[in-house]
């Protein structure tokens, strides 16, 4: 699962490891289709990363409140103060982890469910 699941983090291929997801940063919304080294197909089916955006919208809310208590009640900024910074991180986060949030669902589904991601398929 460890395996798995950093080769998610490294945007990599989460059967293999060798492939990777994103063929350049430029392209920042663009994912190949299928794996260049063992050819596993992504986009398993229609839709099939919505998911994705529960892993991005949770890791974004978290470090909201971590921010909005650290930032609060730890250093004394006004929710005024705060509305734009956070505004900001409410947005920038998710653009940011955008590939990291479909890359760690593909490799929660390969942990979770094997079907489809057995080497002989
Ligand atoms: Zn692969």
């Known amino acids: 699962m ?3 699941l950093g080769r998610g983090w490294r945007l990599r291929c989460p059967r293999c490891g060798e492939g990777r997801l ?3 940063a430029r392209r920042w919304f663009v994912m190949h ?3 260049e080294a063992c050819n ?3 986009e398993r089916d229609r ?3 919505l998911g994705s ?3 991005n919208y949770g890791w974004t809310g978290m470090l909201l409140v971590v921010l909005y ?3 609060h009640f ?3 900024f006004t929710n005024t103060q705060l509305s734009f910074p956070l505004a900001a991180v409410f947005i920038g986060v998710p653009i940011v982890m955008w590939r990291h949030a479909r890359s760690i669902w593909l490799a929660m589904d390969c942990v979770f469910d094997r079907t489809g991601f057995a080497e002989d398929e």
Do not use: A, D
């Open 53 to 55: 955006t529960y892993i």
């Open 2 to 4: 460890g395996t798995i």
């Open 33 to 35: 289709e299928r794996c």
């Open 22 to 24: 994103y063929p350049s």
């Open 40 to 42: 596993l197909k992504y």
């Open 47 to 49: 839709g099939y990363f």
């Open 74 to 76: 730890g250093c004394g």
């Open 69 to 71: 208590f650290g930032l």
